[in-house]
């Protein structure tokens, strides 16, 4: 199998196969995703980079960021990725190789990665998280993947969940405003220059100089070393989490929800308020049913997920 996985910063490209239960990388190159040329320049690349590693194009698995239509092949002017204007992949790549050529929403590819191979396996009911530089949700329902009437089920991070908060997916306090990567850095900023404008210190912003530097990493870097401000930025985000799962939990009844990035990496920071909410909010046999989860995939699952798009 080859998979490419498109990103608005990189694009990857693996070659893969399955055994006993389990799926593998046997070789991936990355390349820069670059916004000088066109769509077709990069996809040109990608597959000669793919040819390099392999002669058999019989399954190509393609994730990328949506919106897209998965049943034409078509990516559809993701905001990560300007100039990707109704790009024909399937024209492209069928007529090329000749084979089966699926393509998936990395959040949709993830939850399938996850639910085959990863932390979901086993369930008929399962929720994906991305929790990265934004927030999106794959769906798995009575043990099929359920993308919706025109491919958009799952745009989680779009739900309000307060009048105000850090914008994401255009809508402050948006799902994903406050628990991305991106939201959890813009909480850090609007704490460090409501304190610093007061003279009072910040653990992971020592200046008004250092604003642009704060990122969900440097928050979490001063939380792991015992700075109470960096906890309760977490916190915070932590206590939105839950706010947004009860209301897949409660409308989606899922067994599992595995959610990955930041949560993979900072779980202990953002469980606590997480559960908190939850048992506030949430429906106490639906809670009770579901078990939430960090991702297991790791820093592969991006390329776990594009070989899993094709064996869909």
């Given at each position: 199998?080859?998979?490419?996985?498109?990103?608005?910063?990189?694009?990857?490209?693996?070659?893969?196969y399955?055994?006993?239960?389990?799926?593998?990388?046997?070789?991936?190159?990355?390349?820069?995703?670059?916004?000088?040329?066109?769509?077709?320049?990069?996809?040109?690349?990608?597959?000669?980079?793919?040819?390099e590693?392999?002669d058999?194009?019989?399954?190509?698995?393609?994730?990328?960021?949506?919106?897209?239509?998965?049943?034409?092949?078509?990516?559809?002017s993701?905001?990560?990725?300007?100039?990707?204007?109704?790009?024909d992949?399937?024209?492209?790549?069928?007529?090329?190789?000749?084979?089966?050529?699926?393509?998936?929403?990395?959040?949709?590819?993830?939850?399938?990665?996850?639910?085959?191979?990863g932390?979901?396996?086993?369930?008929?009911?399962?929720?994906?998280?991305?929790?990265?530089?934004?927030?999106?949700?794959?769906?798995?329902?009575?043990?099929?993947?359920?993308?919706?009437?025109?491919?958009?089920?799952?745009?989680?991070?779009?739900?309000?969940?307060?009048?105000?908060?850090?914008?994401?997916?255009?809508?402050?306090?948006?799902?994903e405003?406050?628990?991305?990567?991106n939201?959890?850095?813009?909480?850090?900023?609007?704490?460090?220059?409501?304190?610093?404008?007061?003279?009072?210190?910040?653990?992971?912003?020592?200046?008004p100089?250092?604003?642009?530097?704060?990122?969900?990493?440097?928050?979490?870097?001063?939380?792991?070393?015992g700075?109470?401000?960096?906890?309760?930025?977490?916190?915070?985000?932590?206590?939105?989490?839950?706010?947004?799962?009860?209301?897949?939990?409660?409308?989606?009844?899922?067994?599992?929800?595995?959610?990955?990035?930041v949560?993979?990496?900072?779980?202990?920071?953002?469980?606590?308020a997480?559960?908190?909410?939850?048992?506030?909010?949430?429906?106490?046999?639906?809670?009770?049913?579901?078990?939430?989860?960090?991702?297991?995939?790791?820093?592969?699952?991006?390329?776990?997920?594009?070989?899993?798009?094709?064996?869909?």
């Open positions: 199998m080859i998979g490419f996985d498109i990103g608005g910063t990189k694009c990857a490209v693996c070659a893969g399955e055994r006993d239960g389990g799926i593998y990388v046997s070789d991936k190159r990355v390349i820069p995703t670059r916004h000088d040329v066109s769509p077709y320049e990069i996809l040109d690349e990608m597959c000669r980079l793919a040819e590693m392999t058999d194009f019989s399954r190509i698995g393609i994730s990328c960021g949506g919106p897209l239509d998965s049943a034409k092949g078509v990516i559809m993701p905001p990560n990725l300007p100039g990707w204007d109704n790009v992949v399937f024209g492209y790549l069928k007529p090329r190789y000749g084979g089966t050529v699926n393509l998936q929403n990395d959040a949709n590819a993830c939850a399938v990665a996850e639910w085959k191979f932390a979901g396996r086993g369930t008929k009911n399962m929720i994906f998280l991305t929790f990265g530089t934004g927030l999106g949700a794959g769906l798995v329902l009575n043990g099929a993947l359920y993308t919706g009437a025109c491919d958009m089920a799952g745009e989680a991070g779009h739900i309000r969940l307060a009048k105000t908060g850090p914008v994401g997916y255009g809508k402050a306090g948006s799902f405003g406050f628990c991305s990567g939201g959890i850095a813009a909480l850090g900023r609007s704490y460090a220059m409501d304190k610093l404008n007061k003279n009072q210190a910040v653990s992971f912003c020592p200046s100089g250092e604003l642009d530097k704060i990122s969900a990493k440097s928050i979490a870097d001063a939380a792991d070393e700075f109470e401000d960096a906890k309760e930025i977490y916190r915070k985000s932590g206590e939105m989490l839950g706010y947004g799962l009860a209301v897949l939990i409660d409308i989606l009844n899922p067994e599992r929800i595995v959610i990955g990035s949560f993979q990496r900072s779980e202990m920071l953002l469980r606590g997480m559960e908190e909410t939850l048992a506030r909010e949430c429906l106490s046999y639906s809670l009770e049913a579901c078990k939430i989860v960090p991702a297991a995939l790791g820093d592969g699952l991006g390329d776990i997920a594009a070989l899993s798009v094709a064996l869909l």
